[in-house]
T-cell receptor, first 116, second 113 residues
Framework: AQKVTQAQTEISVVEKEDVTLDCVYETRDTTYYLFWYKQPPSGELVFLIRRNSFDEQNEISGRYSWNFQKSTSSFNFTITASQVVDSAVYFCAFNAGGTSYGKLTFGQGTILTVHP | EAEVAQSPRYKITEKSQAVAFWCDPISGHATLYWYRQILGQGPELLVQFQDESVVDDSQLPKDRFSAERLKGVDSTLKIQPAELGDSAMYLC???????????FGQGTRLTVV
């Protein structure tokens, strides 16, 4: 069975600070996908990124960046120059085999609060 | 912008009563998921549909929960009888195909009293 651990329950930063959200996963699968979702107060989960197990290249999208390290089973998410609008709950999720991308095992989530 | 529609947004029901949630996926999306999210935890998959067929309901408590997607479009999740431990957010998600990203609705927050 797969397991996703987000050790940071809550993080509080001041606007413009950089912040990294940690995600560690456990699996015996060789083919898998990792995701990050954002859940604002309105409740819906917003897709941020998908990364497959064969692609360890880091990715940057604007202020967001992701660091995938297979050797440590980690898929960390960094927000550069955080903004108040980044305040939300962030979930790391795992998909085994990539057969159904919506069939996800989620971590417990990290509550990010960005203060002005 | 297309979105997954869920209703009601909030529901309060008494223990042992029946309750139902409705989900209308994005038009054309064949795959539909129901998740349950207990406060302070990540969502957990309850059931997955491909068109009108159940693909995976291994985590659905079948003694009290049921789900249907009769015409392969909108879906209903029912709980009967509701228990206090069922208080949670129920999220619906859909994807165009099984190997494309899932889009989530805003959820139905259920409180059982």
């Amino acid at each position: 069975a797969q397991k996703v651990t987000q050790a940071q329950t809550e993080i509080s930063v001041v606007e413009k600070e950089d912040v990294t959200l940690d995600c560690v996963y456990e699996t015996r699968d060789t083919t898998y996908y990792l995701f990050w979702y954002k859940q604002p107060p309105s409740g819906e989960l917003v897709f941020l990124i998908r990364r497959n197990s064969f692609d360890e290249q880091n990715e940057i999208s604007g202020r967001y960046s992701w660091n995938f390290q297979k050797s440590t089973s980690s898929f960390n998410f960094t927000i550069t120059a955080s903004q108040v609008v980044d305040s939300a709950v962030y979930f790391c999720a795992f998909n085994a085999g990539g057969t159904s991308y919506g069939k996800l095992t989620f971590g417990q989530g990290t509550i990010l609060t960005v203060h002005p | 912008e297309a979105e997954v529609a869920q209703s009601p947004r909030y529901k309060i029901t008494e223990k042992s009563q029946a309750v139902a949630f409705w989900c209308d996926p994005i038009s054309g999306h064949a795959t539909l998921y129901w998740y349950r999210q207990i406060l302070g935890q990540g969502p957990e998959l309850l059931v997955q549909f491909q068109d009108e067929s159940v693909v995976d309901d291994s985590q659905l408590p079948k003694d009290r929960f049921s789900a249907e997607r009769l015409k392969g479009v909108d879906s209903t999740l029912k709980i009967q009888p509701a228990e206090l431990g069922d208080s949670a957010m129920y999220l619906c998600a859909s994807s165009f195909q099984i190997n494309t990203e899932a889009f989530f609705g805003q959820g139905t927050r259920l409180t059982v009293v």
